[in-house]
């Protein structure tokens, strides 16, 4: 069975520092990959996604992610983060089409003003 | 955007009790989920949909029951609340169980068993 994990559970940073959040899978195949945003009092929401191609995928509000196959890795990152970037971020795979989405523990990001 | 719609929003029930938890989408997908949300443990599945009457048990599926009798309608009951039922219930859809556009969520119902 897939399995996802998040390696950081709470992140506190600044306001401009750079962000860097961890995810690892296990699954040796083709694999989609998603990270999730959820604001506070919000529902989850869709930041970006890696199906195939440029393995550095840009989402919304400046997010990035690089897919390293090698690594088993889709880190998320975003050079200078906000005040208003608190939220918690999950990151999300499936294995191939007709496989369930199974998301990771979540990391909760705090940035100071 | 009113896509996938959860009531209550707030709900607080006694041990015991059954509740019921809405979920309703207006998308026509064929996948529905119910997810719990728990601090140190992520979002874990409970339930999932194929389609109207087919339902099928996620990760944490005991002390829950699903029905779809209908597309758009996605209920989650607990039968006999308890105290470890305390958590934020989220709703999702999608027109593929891959979610290739990714999962729609709704905007969660917090549940507290008292």
């Known amino acids: 069975a897939q399995s996802v994990s998040q390696h950081n559970h709470h992140v506190i940073l600044s306001e401009a520092a750079s962000l860097e959040l961890g995810c690892n899978y296990s699954?040796?195949?083709?694999?989609?990959l998603f990270w999730y945003v959820q604001y506070p009092g919000q529902h989850l929401q869709l930041l970006l996604k890696?199906?195939?191609?440029?393995?550095l995928v840009k989402g919304i509000k400046g997010f990035e992610a690089e897919f390293i196959k090698s690594k088993f890795s889709f880190n998320l990152r975003k050079p200078s983060v906000q005040w208003s970037d608190t939220a918690e971020y999950f990151c999300?795979?499936?294995?191939?089409?007709?496989?369930?989405?199974?998301f990771g523990g979540g990391t909760r990001l705090m940035v100071k003003p | 955007d009113a896509g996938i719609t959860q009531s209550p929003r707030y709900k607080i029930t006694e041990t015991g009790r059954q509740v019921t938890l809405m979920c309703h989408q207006t998308?026509?997908?064929?996948?529905m989920f119910w997810y719990r949300q728990d601090l140190g443990h992520g979002l874990r599945l409970i339930y999932y949909?194929?389609?109207?009457?087919?339902?099928d048990k996620g990760e944490v599926p005991d002390g829950y029951v699903v029905s779809r009798s209908k597309t758009e309608n996605f209920p989650l009951t607990l039968e006999s609340a308890t105290r470890s039922q305390t958590s934020v219930y989220f709703c999702?859809?999608?027109?593929?169980?891959?979610?290739?556009?990714?999962?729609?969520f709704g905007s969660g119902t917090r549940l507290t068993v008292v």
């Open positions: 999702a859809s999608s027109e593929s169980a891959a979610g290739g556009y990714g999962y729609t």
């Open positions: 699954y040796g195949g083709t694999v989609n």
């Open positions: 890696y199906f195939s191609g440029d393995p």
């Open positions: 999300a795979v499936n294995a191939g089409a007709g496989n369930m989405l199974t």
């Open positions: 998308w026509s997908h064929s996948y």
């Open positions: 949909s194929a389609a109207a009457d087919i339902t």
